[in-house]
């Protein structure tokens, strides 16, 4: 069983920045990506960032030069570091990561969340 838990959302003011984590753990083989997604009140799920163990990268066109997604292997852990932030950032933050457990079966896990709201 694979868990991942968030942290670091905030109450943050509009241009400052904040720095999410997430954290894998359990029977973990190998991770191919890593990623994260954000829900606004009354929006569908949509996507931020995505990590694949190749390194490759993918943002949304609304995050784009302000976003950086990052990893730590060793830890198995995600960043996401968020610099000039916006009202349109508010929404819950989930951490998704795909990979194989230990079994070597393919599993997706998704955390819990963590909240970040932007005042103007």
């Known amino acids: 069983q694979v868990q991942l838990v968030e942290s670091g959302g905030d109450l943050v003011q509009a241009g400052w920045s904040l720095r999410l984590s997430c954290v894998a753990s359990g029977s973990i083989s190998s991770i191919s990506s890593m990623g994260w997604y954000r829900q606004a009140p009354g929006s569908q799920r949509e996507l931020v960032t995505t990590?694949?163990?190749?390194?490759?990268?993918n943002y949304a066109d609304s995050v784009q030069g302000r976003f950086t997604i990052s990893r730590d292997n060793p830890k198995n852990t995600v960043y996401l570091q968020m610099n000039s932030l916006k009202p349109e950032d508010t929404a819950r933050y989930y951490c998704?990561?795909?990979?194989?457990?230990?079994?070597?079966?393919?599993?997706?896990?998704w955390g819990q969340g963590t909240q970040v709201t932007v005042s103007s």
């Open positions: 990590l694949t163990s190749g390194g490759s990268t």
């Open positions: 998704n990561v795909n990979g194989r457990n230990t079994a070597y079966r393919a599993f997706q896990s």
